[in-house]
């Protein structure tokens, strides 16, 4: 098992920024990923770190704006956001795939999941 811990949600203004962080522990895995969730919405891919040697991959609709990082010494995967904006209020939730997994933008693919962290862009 994985275990997952987000921290770093809160309210914002718009073209704010925040830093969300993600402690992992347990056993090793392959990726983390950012998904987010809005009311009435399917959880939404937001970006993906390969844990070792740190690929990163976005969505298009944070490409620029956000930048997903990795410190292997502390087990904790950061989501850096900037320029937020009102529609990208939402449950913001980080996720690990299997070793020998590469589990793509799919949630169903990644087999551990946080909490959740909520995230609230006012405009």
């Known amino acids: 098992q994985v275990q997952l811990v987000e921290s770093g949600g809160e309210l914002v203004q718009a073209g704010g920024s925040l830093r969300l962080s993600c402690v992992a522990s347990?056993?090793?895995?392959?990726?983390i990923g950012w998904f987010r969730q809005a009311p009435g919405k399917e959880r939404e891919f937001v970006a993906r770190?390969?844990?070792?040697?740190?690929?990163?991959y976005y969505a298009d609709s944070v490409k620029g704006r956000f930048t997903i990082s990795r410190d292997n010494a502390k087990n904790t995967g950061y989501l850096q956001m900037n320029r937020l904006e009102p529609e990208e209020t939402a449950v913001y939730y980080c996720?690990?795939?299997?070793?020998?997994?590469?589990?793509?933008?799919?949630?169903?693919?990644?087999?551990?999941w946080g909490q959740g962290t909520q995230v609230t862009v006012s405009s």
């Open positions: 770190i390969r844990w070792t040697i740190g690929n990163t």
């Open positions: 347990g056993r090793s895995f392959s990726y």
């Open positions: 996720a690990a795939g299997r070793l020998g997994i590469v589990p793509g933008t799919l949630p169903v693919n990644y087999d551990y």
